[in-house]
Nanobody, 126 residues
Framework: QAQLVESGGGLVQAGGSLRLSCAAS????????MGWFRQSPGKGREFVAA????????YYANSVKGRFTISRDNAKNTVYLEMNSLKPEDTAVYYCAADPFRPILPSTYYQTVPDWGQGTQVTVSS
């Protein structure tokens, strides 16, 4: 079982910034793609951003494009989500995800992604 451990969530005021980290086990880092999804109360888990591990190609949900940046550090086996200009509607539990064989795209349905972290809470106050 792949291991993904998120950190970096917290409480921030609207307009502020946070950086989430996802540390991956050695097995997971051979994944084709890694990404972030989020889930707020009463809503389904939705795609936020993803990165193709071998070449760094990135994908973003329209709602976060221009505000969030996903990146990776090969040496640390870690994926980051830099979140700027945060809005109250960004409040959610953020989950790190990985897929060993397939890309993670804005159209990806979360239930098709095999590997998940435990989630980290992000709360943006108005």
């Amino acid at each position: 079982q792949a291991q993904l451990v998120e950190s970096g969530g917290g409480l921030v005021q609207a307009g502020g910034s946070l950086r989430l980290s996802c540390a991956a086990s050695r097995r997971t880092i051979s994944s084709y793609a890694m990404g972030w999804f989020r889930q707020s109360p009463g809503k389904g888990r939705e795609f936020v951003a993803a990165i193709r591990w071998r070449d760094g190609i990135t994908y973003y949900a329209n709602s976060v494009k221009g505000r969030f940046t996903i990146s990776r550090d090969n040496a640390k086996n870690t994926v980051y989500l830099e979140m700027n200009s945060l809005k109250p509607e960004d409040t959610a539990v953020y989950y790190c995800a990985a897929d060993p064989f397939r890309p993670i795209l804005p159209s990806t349905y979360y239930q098709t992604v095999p590997d998940w972290g435990q989630g980290t809470q992000v709360t943006v106050s108005s």
